[in-house]
């Protein structure tokens, strides 16, 4: 049989259809397209492919099991390592981990592992028709603060031996960056539902509405007679650049625009929650955060919307396919410039005029790029007397979050670094006996799957202490 040397393409919607829609892009393989693109597996002996991911999923195996057609037995094989099959093949960025270990690659792409892993959830989403069994439980319970992807990976695989969780979740909703960070273009809500309603069917319980260190603190979870709890809290404190205009009004943080749209359901023509819709928007950034949220806010009606970002395509931080997806759908990326004041209307004559505080535009430099910096990317320069003017009426500012310093100053003896990230060792335990976190919480904002194979390890040393 002949080598098929580039995966099978990923059917999507036309970029003149979805830019005006919130449907989802990807729609994912048909049957035949999964079987044809599984048999491109080698089936290596010595696996690399799982040495590149975060939860180590047992992928050769799930992927000959697409191939005999057993589509529920691969679903069994991928859920004995992960709690979130189909939002790890829609979110995680595989091209850099297990797609990047596979030995296809060396000569040819690499197997599409993902996008095999989200038909295969997706298979099983759609048919099977029982629950899934529920352990015995074992007698301990363990309190998990937040129900992000940490969160609910260490609530699942504890769920699984026998444990009794409840997840505290601070919103209404449950599911974290999932539900608030993530548009539903990228990742469907009800995707997202349909995982924490396996894990509940599993023995876990989702208290939302509840703000630990505010409702309840961590040394009051231990009160209530929980033996360990993990903090998986996430990283919601979005980060600002300092410069003139940031208080205007019509600037965001990315995360205020993205939870106002994907939580709040802002875009829709009856919500009354309050968003800019239309004009001209400029986001700062150059992370899937920021592809976010631009191709949000085209999606909300903007005539033009600009990524902002310092360094060139090579450094940008996406993904390649968001990227690529931005591009198609006329994401205008205006990259080697960096903003230095955000402009607005002021009328001295009439502090009444309700234009008023309000942005008409951003002033940015030209950069170029020098050395590299401790991370290995060439450091940008501004280039003197280049300033220029987007004419925007939103900004939206995606240079990254921090850990929200709520549970650490509620939490005494609890250790954190200068980026206000929770210190852990290896096994996700932090400075306080039973206290344990994982996910942004500890590294600050990263990856759906390095969050979710943080709540794995932390899940196992608590397992491994409770019953030893």
């Known amino acids: 049989m002949a080598v098929i040397e580039k995966k099978h393409e990923m059917p999507t919607q036309a970029p003149e259809v979805r830019a005006h829609n919130f449907d989802e892009v990807a729609l994912g393989y048909t049957e035949e397209m999964a079987v044809a693109e599984a048999q491109r597996c080698l089936h290596c002996k010595h696996m690399p492919c799982v040495s590149g991911c975060p939860v180590n999923i047992a992928i050769p195996d799930f992927i000959e099991r697409i191939k005999q057609r057993d589509f529920e037995g691969a679903y069994g094989i991928i859920t004995e390592s992960s709690s979130l099959p189909a939002v790890c093949g829609r979110v995680c960025p595989q091209e850099s981990q297990c797609e990047s270990k596979c030995v296809m690659g060396i000569k040819f792409e690499p197997v599409g592992i993902g996008r095999l892993e989200r038909f295969v959830a997706d298979w099983h989403n759609r048919n099977a028709t029982e629950p899934p069994v529920r352990p015995v439980s074992n007698g301990h319970r363990v309190a998990v603060v937040g129900s992000g992807p940490s969160g609910l990976t260490c609530a699942g695989d504890l769920a699984k031996k026998g444990y009794d969780v409840t997840v505290f979740e601070a919103l209404h909703t449950a599911g974290g960056v999932l539900v608030y960070g993530i548009p539903e273009f990228r990742l469907p809500k009800a995707i997202v539902a349909k995982e924490v309603e396996t894990l509940k069917a599993l023995g876990v319980t989702v208290e939302t509405n509840v703000v630990i260190g505010k409702t309840l603190t961590v040394d009051e979870l231990f009160d209530m007679g929980y033996e360990a709890v993990f903090i998986g809290s996430g990283a919601g404190l979005p980060n600002f650049m300092g410069i003139p205009g940031e208080s205007l009004k019509g600037v965001y943080s990315a995360n205020e625009f993205l939870t106002r749209s994907n939580l709040m359901k802002a875009y829709r023509e009856n919500a009354t929650t309050p968003i800019m819709k239309g004009g001209r928007v400029a986001v700062v950034g150059g992370g899937n955060v920021a592809m976010d949220a631009a191709r949000t806010a085209l999606r909300l009606g903007a005539e033009c919307v600009y990524i902002v970002y310092r360094r060139s395509m090579e450094e940008l931080p996406a993904r390649k396919e968001e990227v690529e997806h931005a591009r198609e759908e006329g994401i205008d990326f205006r ?130 202490t409770l019953k030893g």
């Open 335 to 464: 990259i080697l410039c960096n903003p230095v004041e955000i402009l607005g209307y002021q009328n001295p004559d009439d502090p009444r005029d309700p234009k008023n505080g309000f942005v008409t535009g951003i002033r940015c430099i030209r950069m170029e790029l020098g050395e590299p910096d401790d991370k290995g990317r060439r450091r940008p320069i501004p280039v003197e007397g280049s300033d220029f003017v987007l004419d925007v009426d939103t900004v939206i500012m995606s240079i990254g979050t921090s850990p929200n310093p709520l549970i650490k100053n509620t939490t005494a003896g609890l250790e954190v670094n200068a980026r206000g990230g929770i210190v852990v060792n290896e096994e996700g335990l932090t400075s306080r006996t039973a206290v344990y976190a994982g996910g942004d919480a500890v590294t600050g904002a990263a990856t759906v799957i390095s969050a979710m194979g943080a709540g794995k390890v932390a899940a196992k040393a608590i397992d491994e």
